[in-house]
């Protein structure tokens, strides 16, 4: 499909609600910065309408729901963060998005900024984050991520390290963070190459002023290394599940 036709699509796409298969919602999982000791932001995670793990609702989505479906998860995640996060506006709001979902980046955040606005959820609260995991069109991609950006967005890049683009990315457009894929800090304790790695990418995105993130964290083990190697920035089961409509407990690790 050209450009001009998936455009075309993308617009008759705003104009109409194609619905989507199955209903969903959101759990939401912590995000910690351990320099200050405080949860600082939750992960917007898609779940059935029971709880149920994001796979079966991920696998309802395709190119005729795509837009509808990015578009309800924006609008999920915020009523459910207005509702659930501390009042004050400084808790950040995490959702991911589909790229390939955005036609006209600022056509199609018409229904988040109206959202926002409807139950007076900060937009400087907000990170968009993706996920390369299928090729993108880079130009339409910094386009969207730049739009962000003007509009007040925060952005951010999912599972660094394995998707397509990684240092090509960041060589045109800096996002406010980076999370390193989880694949590359799993048992990295025992492993001298990934500590040699993982070092070089803080310091590699300290350098460009990126804010490092570090995933999937599950033990006390790893911690450890990562916060040796300089990272503050985690999320990961160490520090709390997902948890379905509702914030997870206040993590151990911070009251320890």
Known sequence: MSGRAAMHQGCQACQRDEGFPMP????????????????????????????????GVLSKVDADNRYYFDQQCRVKAIELAARLFPAGGTTQLSINFLPNAVYEPRACIRRTLE??????????????????NERLDSAHLLKILKTYKEIGFKTAIDDFGAGYAGLKLLTDF???????DMDL????????????????????????????L???????????????????????????????????????ALAS
């Open 185 to 212: 800090l799993r048992g990295i304790d025992a492993d001298p190459a990934r500590r040699v790695i993982v070092r070089n990418i803080l310091r590699m995105l300290d350098d460009l002023g990126v804010a490092a």
């Open 214 to 252: 570090c995933e999937g964290v599950e033990t006390e083990a790893e911690f450890a290394v990562l916060t040796d190697l300089g990272a503050h920035l985690f999320q990961g089961y160490y520090f709390g599940k997902p948890a379905f409509e509702a914030l997870a407990p206040y993590p151990a």
């Open 24 to 55: 969903f919602s959101m759990a939401f999982q912590p995000l910690i910065d351990i320099a200050n000791r405080r949860v600082f932001g939750h992960e917007a995670l898609v779940r059935g309408i029971q709880g149920e793990g994001a796979g």
């Open 115 to 132: 959202t926002a606005g409807r139950v007076g959820f900060p937009l400087e609260a907000i990170i968009f984050e993706f996920t390369e």
């Open 174 to 180: 800096q996002p406010d963070i980076v999370k390193i």
